[in-house]
Nanobody
Framework: QVQLVESGGGLVQAGGSLRLSCAAS????????LGWFRQAAGKEREFVAN????????SYTAVVRGRFTSSRDNSKNTVYLQMNSLKPEDTAVYYC????????????????????WGQGTQVTVSS
């Protein structure tokens, strides 16, 4: 079973950048597909980005495409979400999630696909 811990959230002005990290432990990190989700106050948790086990396969929700980039370093058991050109509507708690896929390149955008979740990190973008 893998444990996930997010970090890197904070308060930033609109147009600024943040890089979120999600450190994993307790499993073979390279066997997991990872996802990023976010939940704004009073809203459902929504998909943001994902990345396959080998860093070659990613996808993004339309509203962040071109601004956010997901990457991973399997040697450090860490996945990253680089967020640029942040907007107030990006304000939310950001979660990383993991699903064991072995060496399959399949990636997932549904919350129910993921088996393990971190506790989340708050991102607040001021206007």
């Amino acid at each position: 079973q893998v444990q996930l811990v997010e970090s890197g959230g904070g308060l930033v002005q609109a147009g600024g950048s943040l890089r979120l990290s999600c450190a994993a432990s307790g499993g073979t990190f390279s066997r997991y597909a990872l996802g990023w989700f976010r939940q704004a106050a009073g809203k459902e948790r929504e998909f943001v980005a994902n990345i396959g086990w080998s860093d070659d396969t990613t996808s993004y929700t339309a509203v962040v495409r071109g601004r956010f980039t997901s990457s991973r370093d399997n040697s450090k058991n860490t996945v990253y979400l680089q967020m640029n050109s942040l907007k107030p509507e990006d304000t939310a708690v950001y979660y990383c999630a993991a699903k064991e896929t072995g060496t399959s390149s399949t990636i997932f955008s549904g919350r129910r696909n993921y088996d393990f979740w971190g506790q989340g990190t708050q991102v607040t973008v001021s206007s």
